[in-house]
T-cell receptor, first 112, second 113 residues
Framework: DAKTTQPPSMDCAEGRAANLPCNHS???????VYWYRQIHSQGPQYIIH???NNETNEMASLIITEDRKSSTLILPHATLRDTAVYYC?????????????FGPGTSLSVIP | DAGVIQSPRHEVTEMGQEVTLRCKPI?????LFWYRQTMMRGLELLIY????????DSGMPEDRFSAKMPNASFSTLKIQPSEPRDSAVYFC???????????FGPGTRLTVL
């Protein structure tokens, strides 16, 4: 199974950058890393994904280490609305979604 | 686009009753997933479909659970008979053909008394 390791919780001051790490040491060469977040009482929401290059979109940036065994999600200017649980996952997806595991994630609290 | 639609949003039932949860995926998506989320076990994949065909149901807890996808725009998850330990939030998600990005619905909160 494609397991990841994330810190259970983090705090971030409003307006500052939030850097959320993820360890995915079992990742294989053709697997993407995906990040989702879940705001309380809502369904998980896609944030960003990447293979080996750093990626940026309107929500966040994703930094993947050269060996691809870990990554960091960066929210450049965290707001109170970014308070959520953040999940990092990886896997072969369409060939074996059953091996993709959503772990407990990181509960990010953005503090005023 | 309306996104993934789930109904009902909340369901309260008594032990032993049949429960049916419904999902309408995003039009054009070819994968559909059913997940269950509890505080103890987190987000668990129950079953997923590709082009209306069940691909893997190894996450379905037991025979009391069944899922169907009669067409590309509708799926159901049925629990019969329901038990208190089935209380959870059930999410449906769909994936378009050209990516692996899952689009989740708002969930159905099920309470079995």
């Amino acid at each position: 199974d494609a397991k990841t390791t994330q810190p259970p919780s983090m705090d971030c001051a409003e307006g500052r950058a939030a850097n959320l790490p993820c360890n995915h040491s079992t990742i294989s060469g053709n697997e993407y890393v995906y990040w989702y977040r879940q705001i309380h009482s809502q369904g998980p929401q896609y944030i960003i994904h990447g293979l080996k290059n750093n990626e940026t979109n309107e929500m966040a940036s994703l930094i993947i280490t050269e060996d691809r065994k870990s990554s960091t999600l960066i929210l450049p200017h965290a707001t109170l609305r970014d308070t959520a649980v953040y999940y990092c996952i990886h896997g072969k997806m369409k060939t074996s979604y059953d091996k993709v595991i959503f772990g407990p994630g990181t509960s990010l609290s953005v503090i005023p | 686009d309306a996104g993934v639609i789930q109904s009902p949003r909340h369901e309260v039932t008594e032990m032993g009753q049949e429960v049916t949860l419904r999902c309408k995926p995003i039009s054009g998506h070819d994968y559909l997933f059913w997940y269950r989320q509890t505080m103890m076990r987190g987000l668990e994949l129950l079953i997923y479909f590709n082009n209306n065909v069940p691909i893997d149901d190894s996450g379905m807890p037991e025979d009391r659970f069944s899922a169907k996808m009669p067409n590309a725009s509708f799926s159901t998850l049925k629990i019969q008979p329901s038990e208190p330990r089935d209380s959870a939030v059930y999410f449906c998600a769909s994936v378009p053909p050209d990516t692996d990005t899952q689009y989740f619905g708002p969930g159905t909160r099920l309470t079995v008394l």
